[in-house]
């Protein structure tokens, strides 16, 4: 028997600002574009989201010069409003998302299965560089 033990990654943030803000700025894909990037030289050009049980997105990451790129995609499992986003990669790997009010405050926290290409410390740190990027931008837009 084989070892099918998935790894989990988890990031977190908290955001200054009040859930139904941050919910906004995750799902919608002008915002999405703006913030959608672990590192400066990479950009979102473009991004489309169906956010219901079922539906389909689909986020294109490139190199800023154009070197390379890949479509992030997947689909929906479970979406609840300003608290919680289920999604399966497109490679059949599970993201759980969970949004808690704190007052004015919000608390992302993002767990996901790690893929067998590159390193957990090099997955974990692109992550969280998203999720500080989204912080980043939320917070500037109040």
Known sequence: MGNNQKTLIT???T???PVETV???WTTPESITGWNNASDDWHSPRAVND??????FNIRMEARDGSMGFDFEGVYNNVIVNKQIDYTLGDGRKVKITFSEKGKKTDIIETFEAE???SIEMQRTGWQSIMDNFKKFTESRK
């Not at 956010?51 to 389909?56: C, E, Y």
């Open 23 to 25: 919910w906004k700025h």
């Open 15 to 17: 955001v200054n600002a």
């Open 51 to 56: 956010l219901r049980k079922d539906g389909k």
């Open 116 to 118: 067998k290409t590159n």
């Open 11 to 13: 990031v977190r943030a």
